[in-house]
Structures are given as C-alpha cells and as structure tokens.
C-alpha cells in the first residue's frame, strides 16, 4: 500500500516548540488581561500586576522546556510517564520533527 500524500504531525513534533507556544500564548493572556481586568487599575498597581502575571508565563514556559529534557533523560522516571509518543531517545537521540524542517536535538532544546 501507497504512503498517504499527506503527512501526519505527530504530536511529539509540538514539545518541541513548546516553550515558544506558551510564551505566545501567554504573551496574548497578559495583553488581554492588560486592556481588559487591568483598565481600571492605577498605573502602578497595572504594571505590578502585568508584571506577576509575565512573571507566571515565564515560569510555565520554563517548566514546558524542561519536560522534554525530562523524559529524553529519564529523570525521576519520568520517561515511562510522559513519553507520549514512544520515542526511543537512545536509538535515536537527535530526531528531525516538523517533517525535517526542525532538529529536536540536544543543541536546540536551549
């Protein structure tokens, strides 16, 4: 049988741009939040609270880049847990993602 003509994303292919979605994401969360549950809210008191709230983001993006190295380590068992996609790190340590446009390897992941 034929290979399909469309390829499959798999959704390992997305941990590693992780980091990157959450900061976009995130970054539109504190703009809305800004214009909207901030606006009535001194200067002061509206960049005290943007700023907390960036601070946030930055922490869970933190935590979404060291998943991934997480599991392609092992650390705390972690990969039998959060391995989604049953990628073998050992057999394969610098894989292509993004139909080999992106190198999810080791010198990417900082």
Same mark, same amino acid.
């Given at each position: 049988?034929?290979?399909?003509?469309?390829? %499959?994303?798999?959704?390992?292919?997305?941990?590693?741009?992780?980091?990157? %979605?959450?900061?976009?994401?995130?970054?539109?969360?504190?703009?809305?939040?800004?214009?909207?549950?901030?606006?009535?809210?001194?200067?002061?008191?509206?960049?005290?609270?943007?700023?907390?709230?960036?601070?946030?983001?930055?922490? %869970?993006?933190?935590?979404?880049?060291?998943?991934?190295?997480?599991?392609?380590?092992?650390?705390?068992?972690?990969?039998?847990?959060?391995?989604?996609?049953?990628?073998?790190?050992?057999?394969?340590?610098?894989?292509?993602?993004?139909?080999?446009?992106?190198?999810?390897?080791?010198?990417?992941?900082?």
């Amino acid at each position: 049988m034929p290979q399909s003509a469309v390829p %499959i994303v798999n959704l390992r292919d997305f941990f590693a741009v992780a980091p990157e %979605i959450v900061l976009a994401a995130w970054g539109l969360l504190v703009l809305l939040a800004d214009v909207t549950l901030f606006r009535n809210r001194s200067s002061a008191r509206r960049q005290q609270a943007t700023a907390y709230l960036s601070l946030a983001g930055t922490a %869970i993006a933190l935590v979404a880049a060291l998943v991934p190295l997480a599991v392609r380590f092992n650390l705390y068992d972690l990969a039998e847990t959060l391995n989604f996609t049953g990628v073998d790190y050992v057999g394969n340590p610098d894989p292509v993602v993004f139909f080999g446009t992106l190198a999810d390897d080791l010198d990417g992941d900082f």
